[in-house]
């Protein structure tokens, strides 16, 4: 099994959200994921990202691939630090 990490759009019609995934790479974007690793919101200015990078990391760290989208995603929540809250 080939383990990726994705988006999966969640939110109303024109209205999207998303859900960072690890998912089967087989199974269609939408469908059945292992685990929510987090989300990103486009809708706000400047957009809104939460990522559990503890799972990321252990995805990253057993062989698991970031599509392109999540690793920009990936690469700015390091940039930007932990967040308080």
Request: aromatic share 6%; no cysteine.
């Amino acid at each position: 099994m080939a383990v990726r990490l994705r988006l999966t759009r969640t939110g109303k019609k024109k209205q999207p959200s998303y859900r960072i995934v690890a998912a089967d790479s087989r199974s269609p974007r939408d469908g059945r994921f292992i685990e929510i690793l987090g989300w990103y919101d486009p809708k706000v200015d400047p957009p809104a990202i939460q990522i559990d990078l503890a799972r990321i990391d252990h995805w990253l760290g057993t062989g698991a691939t970031a599509s392109e989208t999540v690793a920009s995603l990936i690469a700015r929540a390091r940039k930007a630090g932990p967040v308080e809250g």
